[in-house]
């Protein structure tokens, strides 16, 4: 299991800087939450941290190495994982072709015994995505949809899991069960959770970070 360290990174948009001076650790097993409004830059923090925007400076280090300038691809290999904001699963593939492209993502092979039995096992923990794997993305609920999301990332085998506000948009009875899913994966790999739902976060994390106008400060 790697730590995730971030030193002194700053980011956006071409010219346009978002957050910037940001250092933030994950130790493994550890929970850390971002809390912050709209617009503080949470989302563009977890996309650099990602790899899918290019950091204006500073470091992003994973297990002791640097992947500051690693593609996204790579740093998924290397066990960072993305469950975006608004979920972005492919709505015109079914729930296991879904899953199917993880297995491409990771270059693993249909007989890949360690990706086949961490299917298995995303499968035992989500038995909803097993029952309605031949049915279209697009025709699951927002709370389905949203254990699909979670669901492919664990198929990475990530040492860091970010969720980008996961409860967005889901009812209260959905929230809970997604509060249940990630206690059950809190301590196997350190996460990162960004939320407004106080509450909700409160119940899950070791330590909340505040993000405002791309400042982080510890609460
Ligand atoms: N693709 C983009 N291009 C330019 N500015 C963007 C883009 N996406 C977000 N922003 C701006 O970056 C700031 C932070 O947005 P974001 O990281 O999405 O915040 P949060 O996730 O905390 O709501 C906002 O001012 C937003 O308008
Ligand atoms: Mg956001």
């Known amino acids: 299991m790697n730590s995730l360290a971030v030193e002194n990174l700053s980011g956006g ?6 957050f910037r001076d940001t250092f933030l650790t994950v130790a493994p097993g550890e929970t850390v939450g971002i809390f912050g409004p709209n617009g503080a830059g949470k989302t563009t923090l977890l996309s650099t941290i990602m790899g899918l925007l290019p950091a204006m400076s500073g470091r992003v280090m994973l297990g002791g190495a640097d992947v500051t300038h690693m593609p996204a691809y790579r740093r998924a290999r290397s066990g960072i994982a993305l469950v975006p904001e608004g979920r972005q699963i492919l709505s015109t593939l079914t729930v296991g072709d879904n899953l199917e492209l993880a297995r491409v993502s990771t270059g693993a092979k249909s007989n890949d015994k360690a990706f086949n039995g961490r299917l298995d096992e995303v499968y035992s923990l989500f038995p909803r995505l097993l029952e ?4 279209l993305g697009g025709s ?6 949203q254990m699909l999301a979670i669901a492919r990332a664990l198929l990475i085998k990530p040492s860091i899991l970010i969720l980008d506000e996961p409860t967005q948009g889901l009812a209260p009875v959905v929230v809970q069960g997604l509060r249940e899913t990630l206690a059950k994966l809190k301590g196997r790999f350190g996460i990162i959770l960004v939320e407004q ?11 909340t970070i505040t993000m405002r106008a791309g400042i982080c400060s510890p609460t």
């Open 140 to 145: 699951l609920s927002g709370g389905e949809q």
């Open 132 to 135: 309605r794997s031949k049915q």
């Open 197 to 207: 739902n106080r509450d909700f976060l409160d119940s899950l994390v070791d330590r």
């Open 13 to 18: 948009y071409g010219k346009l800087g978002v």
